[in-house]
């Protein structure tokens, strides 16, 4: 379905919506948001300003005291913010209502807004009216969720980058690229040939094909920014393991005791590591044999987390040699990206820190003493480098939405049929077919094609408020 900016499928902007928009607990400041048409007589009703004024004025502070219309109690104290449409975030009349933190406050101020005539807002739907008026498009609407999601600066900038609109800019060049193409097609196919100059249209679909791919680079990067890696820390029973994961995150989260099998369960922790968000997952020693119940639940828990994880670190000791439960470990995680994580070379002989070379062979190795933070520096740049390569942090991706690369996937593979087809004199009617599939998947990802499914599972997705 495709639709301009004045469409507005199911969802009503005419009413007044209200929500507290700052996160619930105790604060030193809470906001309550009113958009809509009502926005500026709800507040009226109950805001008494300090100073004798008739009207609020735009973007400036008003400083007063909430109180209930009906009893005349006095709620709070308050500052007030008018930003009249259309230069506001929804693009309608919107107030702020900035009181102090406490949840009994703000919630009996949100009730006085939804007794004056607002409705609560629902999940995402301020920024759906952002979206339908036309202030964002699809893919900035998206990035506002990953700023407020952002786990690192670098994934900050890269939701900043796309919150700013260059996703939007390549990608909305692209598409008018190929709707020129599309637009030609359908007038050749309409007209007759004298009438409709001859263009080849296999350059220009290259070109929009190249444009794609090299778009595509850098999704893989930008969704681990994002999404960031899970990492499971295995290895046999007093390797280190939890030494290791208190290491890496600079404290005592995991209890480390000389005794073998001290964690008994999965321990999940995340960890800023060079700006990549990475959930570390300490498991569970591994042993080939164990007659202990819990430790053997313990056991298959860590094996089930290796499944899940996106790469493991084996940790052996340093200062032994490699045992059997080392190398049934290893076949557990030949099949996933690993790092070979040598511990305890404190106590290392040179006979013990040379690893028999069948052992992990294809994975890098990293040498370090968790216990003395010896080698964690250099032990974190494999980390990164193992997660995204040479790519640096400067190098913003722009495509960090599993969505977007999808969409771009597909988007490329009809440019792909479309060139084939011009190429063997398929019917024009034919390619424009797949011109038009790559015009409507692009119109999907900044939202100038969108069904009302796709936005109801986008903005669900939304914190209230936002």
Known sequence: MEFGRDY?????????????????GKSGVGIIKISGPKAYTITQQIF????????FKPYHLHYGKIHDPESNNCIDEALVVYMPKPHSYTCQDVIEIQAHGSLVALQTILELTLRLGARLAEAGEMTLRAFLNGRLDLTQAEAVLDVIDAKTEAALRVATEQLGGNLSKRVSNIRKNLVDILAFMEASIDFVEDEIPHQDIILPLTKAKTDLEELLKTADHGIVYRQGVHVAIVGRPNVGKSSLLNALLRGNRAIVTNIPGTTRDTLEETVNIEGIPVVLVDTAGIR??????????GVERSQRALERADMALMVIDGSQKLSDADWTIAKLIRNKP??????KIDLSSDEYLKIDTQFLSTAPKAYISALNNEGIPELEKTIRNLIIGDITISDTPLVSNPRHKSLLQQTIQAVEMAIIAQKGNVSPDLVSIDVRTAVNLLGEITGETITEGLLDTIFSKFCIGK
Do not use: F, G, K, W
């Open 288 to 297: 080939t044999q164990t007659t202990n119940e819990v430790e053997r639940i």
């Open 48 to 55: 008494e300003p300090h100073r004798n004024i008739t009207q």
């Open 338 to 343: 690993s790092l070979l994580v040598i511990n």
């Open 8 to 24: 507005i499928i199911m969802y009503s902007l005419d009413d007044t919506i209200s929500a507290i928009v700052t996160s619930i």
